[in-house]
């Protein structure tokens, strides 16, 4: 019997990745649009795309150079995280002062 986890396994997260975008620019185009979402919470969803990129980046640095996944050369690995810490940060606290807000 063929495990299904062995076929998922076997597939190229690429396209999957591409595709999962599209929602995403939609949830930032709608996102700008609505006056609910803080500024700054705005700015940390955006530059969730500069993580996407730099991830993409390092993760060719990392085939290229090294000749290894992104998750095995630390220091890329790391560099990239640090921009999904950042954008993280922004989110929580934009909306951690709209909630300091209203509870005022």
Same mark, same amino acid.
């Given at each position: 019997m063929i495990n299904i986890f062995d076929q998922f396994s076997s597939l190229d997260p690429? %396209?999957?990745f591409v595709?999962?975008?599209? %929602?995403?620019?939609i949830f930032l185009f709608w996102a700008q649009k609505s006056a609910s979402i %803080?500024?700054?919470a705005l700015w940390g969803f955006r530059l969730t795309l500069l993580f996407v990129a730099m991830t993409i980046v390092c993760s060719i640095i990392a085939?290229? #150079?090294? #000749?290894?996944?992104?998750?095995?050369?630390?220091?890329l690995h790391g560099s990239a995280e640090a921009f999904l810490a950042l954008s993280d940060a922004?989110?929580?606290l934009g909306f951690s002062a709209l909630i300091l807000k209203s509870g005022e």
């Amino acid at each position: 019997m063929i495990n299904i986890f062995d076929q998922f396994s076997s597939l190229d997260p690429g %396209p999957i990745f591409v595709i999962s975008l599209f %929602p995403y620019l939609i949830f930032l185009f709608w996102a700008q649009k609505s006056a609910s979402i %803080p500024k700054t919470a705005l700015w940390g969803f955006r530059l969730t795309l500069l993580f996407v990129a730099m991830t993409i980046v390092c993760s060719i640095i990392a085939k290229v #150079n090294y #000749n290894q996944e992104l998750t095995d050369v630390d220091y890329l690995h790391g560099s990239a995280e640090a921009f999904l810490a950042l954008s993280d940060a922004l989110i929580v606290l934009g909306f951690s002062a709209l909630i300091l807000k209203s509870g005022e």
